[in-house]
């Protein structure tokens, strides 16, 4: 099975800084990686699909990127309503695998 | 616009069986692989199977095979997953979702807990 393993855990940033979280693959996944964002109660939002692609809808200060099998997603300038909680899938092959989350706030 | 709506969970004793549904709408439901994805209380996103357009190819997690069955209705845009056999660790909030792009639309999923 491939794992995703995502960093950092937790993060706390201010208004307008640049936010990066990475993804590293247990192998190669070419880019089949997406990035989700989760606010509490809701359903996970997908923001960043086939590694770079920006969703319909998401503000472009957020982008994806990809070096060899580790994959990130940047947030270029922090805004009130990003904090929340960050995911990483995998979906090159089954079992599909999620990264264990970043959780991002406000300083 | 794209709909999701699950419902079926509820409180079930370990040991025993529960069907979920997710009926879609707003897009042509017999294109899409759809999947479920399940989330405990306060923990992270766990996939838990996948089934094509056609049903041709299904995929579980291995937490969940031999328990749990996805299938779907194309003429009902429906989704399903039987699951038997439950555990207390399967409970969790389950959502459903469709792969266009990646998983691009989420149900607002539905509680299952397993408890005696």
């Known amino acids: 099975d491939i794992q995703m393993t995502q960093s950092p855990a937790s993060l706390s940033a201010s208004l307008e800084e640049i936010v990066t979280i990475t993804c590293q693959a247990s192998?190669?996944?070419?880019?089949?990686l997406a990035w989700y964002q989760q606010k509490p109660g809701k359903s996970p939002q997908l923001l960043i699909y086939?590694?770079?692609s920006l969703a319909d809808g998401v503000p472009s200060r957020f982008s994806g990127s990809r070096s060899g099998t580790q994959y990130s997603l940047k947030i270029s300038r922090l805004q009130v309503e990003d904090p929340g909680i960050y995911y990483c899938l995998q979906g090159y092959s089954a079992p599909y695998t999620f990264g264990a989350g970043t959780k991002l706030e406000l300083k | 616009e794209v709909q999701l709506v699950e419902s079926g969970g509820g409180l079930v004793q370990p040991g025993r069986s529960l069907k979920l549904s997710c009926l879609a709408s707003g897009f042509t439901f017999s294109n899409y692989g759809m999947n479920w994805i399940r989330q405990a209380p306060g923990k992270g996103l766990e996939w838990v199977a996948s089934?094509?357009?056609?049903?041709?190819?299904?995929y579980y997690a291995d937490t969940v095979k031999g328990r749990f069955t996805i299938s779907r209705d194309n003429a009902k845009n429906t989704l399903y997953l039987q699951m038997t056999s439950l555990r207390s660790e399967d409970t969790a909030l389950y959502y459903c979702a469709r792969r266009g792009h990646s998983l691009d639309y989420w149900g607002q999923g539905v509680m299952v807990t397993v408890s005696s």
């Open positions: 089934i094509s357009s056609s049903s041709s190819y299904i």
């Open positions: 086939g590694a770079t």
């Open positions: 192998q190669d996944i070419g880019n089949w």
